[in-house]
């Protein structure tokens, strides 16, 4: 089995929820993603601007760092490290969550490391 190949789950943890109002506040997510914590990113009451800002510097670390960037919900975001993976049914979960209780982060849910 090489590097690239996935293995069987080892630990588990929560995904942290952050909802960030200023251009300040992306660091936090991407420092986690540097420390191989998936991060999600609640960008519902950050304004279309602030959004899109999110985006361009999100997109370039993840890029950087080999991860990936999944949209979750229409202002919702899950930063996922490279090594990291999540069951599409957490992320289902996670979603649906989000999704029900808009004016509050979605709570944390678990992922397997490999």
Same mark, same amino acid.
């Given at each position: 089995? #090489?590097?690239t190949t996935p293995r069987?789950? !080892?630990t588990r943890a929560t995904v942290p929820a952050i909802a960030p109002t200023t251009y300040d506040d992306f660091r936090q997510p991407v420092d986690r993603l540097c420390d191989g914590i998936p991060m999600l /990113? #609640?960008? #519902? =009451?950050?304004g279309e601007t602030l959004e899109r800002r999110f985006l361009d510097f999100a997109a370039g670390a993840v890029y950087a760092l080999s991860g990936h960037i999944e949209r979750i919900a229409p202002h919702a975001y899950l930063l996922m490290p490279r090594g990291v993976e999540l069951p599409p049914e957490d /992320? =289902? =979960?996670? !979603?649906?969550? =989000?999704l029900a209780s808009r004016h509050a982060p979605a709570p944390?849910?678990?992922v397997r490391r490999f």
């Open positions: 089995m #090489d590097a069987k789950a !080892r /990113v #609640d960008l #519902d =009451h950050g /992320v =289902h =979960h996670l !979603r649906e969550q =989000h944390g849910i678990s």
